[in-house]
């Protein structure tokens, strides 16, 4: 039988996200809606091994969905890989009467959800937040869309330097193992070129860039570097083309700019839609699965294959890029 969820727990895991705010906003007031408690637990995992909850009323997301961070605090737990730290956790969401929980972060938040509802009766529902835009299951995170403004805007001020000095500027964003925010920084600011995790990025293809862009007196370039793509971040770049090609450039890392900042509009309406489906699908009986947004339409999938299947770069978007830096 369907388990009747009357108590749910929400928490934010991992690396924060502009939009993990609004995405816990709409989880409360949908449960409120529905006459559900909703508690919230502070610090991820860790918070939830220590008995870090309390209840959360309309009035406590109130003034919240503009605000990047999250309130409710984020952590990485090492106590819960262990099967004694996640047996404290159930026995605390059991103190608590905790029916179910919404789980809101990334690859590590989703490991955490589908290794513990394989052993205890509390169902997860995940959400996809994070900056990286890497999780399978979903067109958009939350917080990507704020991620790829805050790059751009930080590129657009570089520009003016890069032009007024005709200079090259290497500007290194976030991704370890995806390129998302990097393509997208990329494609948004009109990069000469765009180093990428995921794909080989041979430093003599950005020198012949340079060298035809010189022909055609094109005095500055702007590239975008993936700090996880294969010749390793900025610095590194700068230093081999300097060192094998007497090429200057300047560098510039974004850094975890990237993180903060109040969501853009896009961010919110995609966190309050995963926020309160999150919520109607607990109560549909749809649980152990993460939710995304796929085609503009809200799609369940397995924690299984969110977490191991692997989100492909568009190589309409790749192609794109090469062709409009010409």
């Keep these: 039988m369907k388990k009747e969820i009357k108590r749910i727990a929400v928490f934010t895991s991992g690396g924060d996200a502009p939009g993990m705010n609004a995405a816990t906003r709409a989880v409360v007031r949908t449960a409120g809606y529905h006459n559900l408690h909703v508690y919230g637990i502070y610090g991820g995992y860790e918070g939830m091994i220590n008995g870090n909850i309390s209840r959360l009323e309309k009035g406590d997301v109130a003034n919240i969905i503009h605000q990047g961070g999250t309130f409710l605090k984020t952590a990485r737990s090492e106590a819960f890989r262990t099967e004694e730290g996640r047996a404290m956790a159930y026995e605390t969401l059991v103190a608590h009467d905790i029916d179910a929980c919404v789980a809101i972060g990334g690859n590590g938040t989703y490991t955490g959800a589908k290794v513990f509802t394989e052993t205890y009766d509390i169902p997860f529902i995940g959400l996809p937040g994070t900056i990286d835009n890497d999780i399978y299951g979903t067109d958009h995170t939350i917080g990507f869309d704020t991620a790829v403004n805050t790059a751009v805007e930080a590129m657009d001020k570089i520009r003016d330097t890069a032009d007024s000095h005709n200079r090259l500027f290497l500007v290194e964003v976030m991704g370890r193992h995806a390129g998302y925010i990097a393509l997208h920084t990329g494609i948004g600011t009109g990069a000469s070129y765009t180093f990428l995790p995921e794909i080989e990025n041979p430093i003599d293809h950005l020198v012949e860039i340079l060298k035809k862009s010189s022909r055609r007196n094109k005095l500055f370039n702007m590239v975008v570097v993936a700090e996880g793509n294969e010749n390793g971040g900025a610095m590194a770049i700068s230093k081999l083309l300097k060192d094998e090609h007497n090429i200057d450039a300047k560098v510039t890392i974004i ?70 830096s010409l």
């Design 255 to 324: 850094g975890h700019l990237q993180r903060g900042g109040s969501p853009t509009a896009f961010d919110r309406v995609l966190a309050s839609r995963l926020g309160y489906n999150a919520v109607k699908s607990l109560l549909a009986g749809k649980v152990n699965v993460a939710l995304g947004v796929v085609n503009d339409s809200i799609q369940p999938t397995i924690f299984d294959d969110a977490i191991n299947k692997r989100k492909s770069i568009n190589e309409d978007l790749l192609e794109m890029s090469e062709i409009l």
